[in-house]
């Protein structure tokens, strides 16, 4: 069986073979959508194909929507030559459950997939025709938290930025540079009302979002390229920038996977990794757990995908509900497992679960530590949604995921994952952060993980992260065996972009120096550390 349009003609090969294939017309469902967007994307990764474009099918299968999704990918390209070109931009979706079965859906939602970083022309003219198209309600994104940084700490442009802010619209080559030059050709053609819905997962998503198009805008107004009426537009309710919760665990494609896909006829179980080093396939693994929660606010109107298990409320619920998940419930407790696993020499997140201190480490940050500054956000219990992932997402052995995975761009997410609990204790009337033991132990792990020498003595890869080098670089006088001073590390943690507050004004860094320098002592000193934290 192979991944195209032509082979789903073969309906009885499939559905003997166990495969779920869309009960719609797929070619009208596409003519349709290319002619009349409704729905854009921006970030043609595994987790847009595995949640948002699966639950479009949904409402495609029952008949309630009559159009699908365009997705777009502007910073590797090579995703859409290679694993949507090739299979008429259907993906194959697995959900691995806990009691090791697969649900297997072929997902054909897509209608069109566009190159667009900048080596298909013809794709890119498209992104802005689809992006000046009335019809079209929505563009939602899954870029990562780092596709929205456009500026430093300082509010001065990033270096990639600098092109986009001194050139006109139509020379944009970022994706936050694309998508502001759409908006200036929507704003210029019909200034039609449209929802931009960040689906990433970082803490208020949609105003980084906002600040992002606004910083490249006001850029332009300064430069002349736009006027001041395109600012109105963007500020006047017209557009719309809803913040919103994701939760899904989209490992990359495991070879167990596509072992079992090939032995029931599957023939495009191939790995693809691109030139940027993405991992991807014709096939996207995930766990069958998700949660969407979007505010509610689509000026041009929109699908209604609550009918797909998407929760649609107010800014104040979409609120807690992501802070519930991205700084207390799931999102930390995955990267002390990520800075942990690499240090101990995992490569599971389920076999680190078995790991005894890993396991009553994270369930000490989830319940005594972070726990105490949740708001119930109505909608979601955090002690269930805490007891869940604990006690089944993260120890479903059949769901591939690694702590090296996770580490990517640790020094991104520190600051909401950890911060903002921070910086709750810090605000709180009732509790003390100097109480905080298993919080900064985890920062000074990441520290010592900068050193990339695991707790065996043996050197290991980092994770991609922008601040890796840098970071090492500062660190440079880290040395087994050797003690560090706080004064030593105050260039670190007095960095507010990645702990979210000053460290050493928090009063936080005798600690954390005092667990980093026990973890310096040599071999098996982070995993002694770990034990005698927990013993206390």
């Excluded at 992002?212 to 963007?234: C, P, T």
């Excluded at 802070?323 to 101990?344: F, S």
């Excluded at 050797?482 to 979210?500: H, Y």
């Amino acid at each position: 069986m192979k991944l195209n349009l032509s082979a789903l003609q073969q309906k009885q090969c499939w559905l003997n073979a166990g495969y779920s294939l869309p009960s719609f017309d797929v070619h009208a469902i596409a003519a349709k959508t290319v002619a009349q967007p409704a729905w854009l994307h921006l970030g043609a990764g595994n987790l847009f194909r595995a949640f948002p474009a699966a639950a479009l099918q949904t409402l495609l299968d029952q008949g309630i929507a009559d159009r699908g999704v365009i997705v777009a990918e502007c910073f590797d390209g090579d995703i859409i030559d290679q694993s949507y070109a090739p299979f008429d931009n259907l993906s194959l979706l697995c959900v691995l459950k806990a009691d090791g079965s697969v649900d297997k859906k072929v997902i054909a939602s897509v209608a069109q997939a566009l190159r667009c970083d900048g080596k298909n022309p013809a794709h890119d003219e498209r992104l802005m025709e689809v992006l000046s198209a009335p019809s079209l309600q929505m563009v939602s994104f899954t870029i990562t938290e780092k596709g929205y940084a456009v500026k430093n700490a300082q509010g001065e442009a990033l270096p990639f930025i600098q092109g986009e802010i001194f050139a006109p619209p139509a020379q944009a080559k970022t994706t936050m540079g694309k998508l502001t030059a759409g908006l200036f050709a929507r704003f210029q053609k019909n200034a039609a009302p449209i929802a931009l819905v960040s689906m990433d997962n970082c803490s208020h998503n949609g105003d980084k979002l906002k600040d992002a198009v606004l910083f490249i805008a006001k850029a332009w107004l300064e430069r002349g390229f736009v006027e001041q009426s395109f600012i109105d537009y963007l500020t006047g309710g017209q557009v719309s920038f809803p913040i919103s919760m994701i939760d899904k665990i989209t490992p990359r494609p495991d070879e167990k996977v596509a072992q079992m896909l090939k032995d029931s006829g599957f023939e495009d179980a191939a790995p693809i990794i691109t030139g940027r080093n993405t991992y991807t396939a014709a096939y996207v693994n995930a766990e069958e757990t998700e949660y969407l929660v979007i505010e509610n606010i689509f000026p041009a109107g929109r699908l209604p995908l609550e009918k797909a298990g998407i929760y649609f409320t107010d800014r104040e619920t979409v609120d807690k509900a992501e802070k519930m998940k991205v700084c207390t419930c799931l999102n930390p407790l995955h990267t002390a497992l990520a800075i942990l696993g690499c240090l101990l020499s995992h490569t599971s997140i389920s076999k680190e679960m078995q790991d005894e201190d890993l396991n009553k480490l994270v369930h000490r940050i989830a319940y005594q530590e972070a726990m105490p500054v949740v708001v119930d956000p109505g909608i979601l219990s955090p002690a269930r949604f805490a007891s869940e992932v604990l006690e089944k997402r993260f120890p479903n052995p059949f769901m591939p995921d690694t702590p090296q995975r996770i580490a990517t761009d640790t020094s991104q997410k520190l600051p909401i994952r950890f911060g903002e609990t921070l910086k709750a204790y810090q605000a709180s009337e009732t509790l003390n952060i100097h109480d905080l033991k298993c919080i900064p132990f985890v920062l000074a792990a990441w520290i010592r993980y900068l050193m990339a020498i695991d707790d065996n003595g043996n050197a290991f890869a980092p994770s991609p992260d922008p601040l890796l080098a840098e970071m090492q670089g500062i660190l440079s006088f880290l040395k087994m065996g050797e003690k560090v001073t706080e004064s030593q590390l105050i260039p670190v943690l007095s960095r507010k972009d990645i702990f979210a507050l000053d460290l050493n004004e928090a009063g936080l860094a005798p600690i954390v120096t005092g667990y980093l320098n026990e973890m310096l002592a040599g071999p098996g000193a982070i995993r002694k550390t770990l034990q005698k934290l927990l013993a206390e």
